[in-house]
C-alpha cells in the first residue's frame, strides 16, 4: 500500500515565524489530506488538496503530484497553531486514509 | 449542519468488558471509516462501511473487534473482551461517497478508550 511520510517529526517555532511542514508519498493518490490534532486531540480539516495550490488565511498549500510531495505553510505563526499535522493519502484504488506520522509543531510566545 | 458525532466521548472499562463506540455521520454522508490513535503516534485506518456493508476491514484486529453500520442508527465499532492495549483514541470520519471531492473525510472527536 502507498507509504506516507512528513518532515520535520518537531518543529519550534517563535510567535510570527513562518514554516513549511513536507508530506511525501509513495504513489499516485486519490485524496490528499492535511490536518491539525490540536492540543485536546480534536483533529481539524485544513485542506483538501490531491493537486494543486489553495489558500486559507495565514495557511497555504500544494501539492505535486507527479513529483509525489505536498507542501503546508504556516506564515506568522501563533501559539494556536500549535500541536501535530498530520497529512493523510489515500493511493489510487484504495479505500482508506494511509496517515503520516506528523509533524509537531510548538510555537512559544 | 452538524458534524460528524461520537460517543460517549470518554469511556473506562475492565479488562474482560465490552466496549462500544457509537459515531453517527455527517448529514448527507453514507460513507464511515473508523481509526485508532495509540498515545504519541498517527492515526491507522481499521475498517471502512458503507450502510449495511462492510466495504474493507484490512486494518481491523481479526479477533475481538467489529464493526457495523445499519440501514438506521449510528455506526458502531464494538470491542468484545478489552485487554490494556486496546486503551487509545477511536476516531469516526465519514464522507459523502467516493470520487473527486467526494473522497473528503470530516473527523469526529473521539472516544478515548480506557482499559483498566
Known amino acids: 500500500g502507498i507509504q506516507v511520510e512528513q518532515s520535520p517529526p518537531d518543529l519550534i517555532l517563535q510567535e510570527g515565524a513562518n514554516s513549511t511542514l513536507r508530506c511525501n508519498f509513495s504513489d499516485s493518490v486519490n485524496n490528499l489530506q492535511w490536518f491539525h490534532q490540536n492540543p485536546w486531540g480534536q483533529l481539524i480539516n485544513l485542506f483538501y488538496?490531491?493537486?494543486g495550490t489553495k489558500q486559507n488565511g495565514r495557511l497555504s498549500a500544494t501539492t505535486v503530484a507527479t513529483e509525489r510531495y505536498s507542501l503546508l505553510y504556516i506564515s506568522s505563526s501563533q501559539t494556536t497553531d500549535s500541536g501535530v499535522y498530520f497529512c493523510a493519502a489515500q493511493g489510487v484504488g484504495g479505500q482508506n486514509f494511509v496517515f503520516g506520522p506528523g509533524t509537531r509543531l510548538s510555537v512559544l510566545p | 449542519n452538524a458534524g460528524v458525532m461520537q460517543n460517549p466521548r470518554h469511556l473506562v472499562r475492565r479488562r474482560g468488558q465490552e466496549a462500544r463506540l457509537r459515531c453517527s455521520p455527517m448529514k448527507g454522508h453514507s460513507h464511515v471509516y473508523w481509526y485508532r490513535q495509540l498515545p504519541e503516534e498517527g492515526l491507522k485506518f481499521m475498517v471502512y462501511l458503507q450502510k449495511e456493508n462492510i466495504i474493507d476491514e484490512s486494518g481491523m484486529p481479526k479477533e475481538r473487534f467489529s464493526a457495523e453500520f445499519p440501514k438506521e442508527g449510528p455506526s458502531i465499532l464494538r470491542i468484545q473482551q478489552v485487554v490494556r492495549g486496546d486503551s487509545a483514541a477511536y476516531f469516526c470520519?465519514?464522507?459523502?461517497?467516493?470520487?473527486?471531492?467526494?473522497?473528503?473525510?470530516?473527523f469526529g472527536p473521539g472516544t478515548r478508550l480506557t482499559v483498566l
Open positions: 488538496i490531491p493537486s
Open positions: 470520519a465519514s464522507s459523502p461517497g467516493q470520487g473527486g471531492s467526494y473522497n473528503e473525510q470530516f
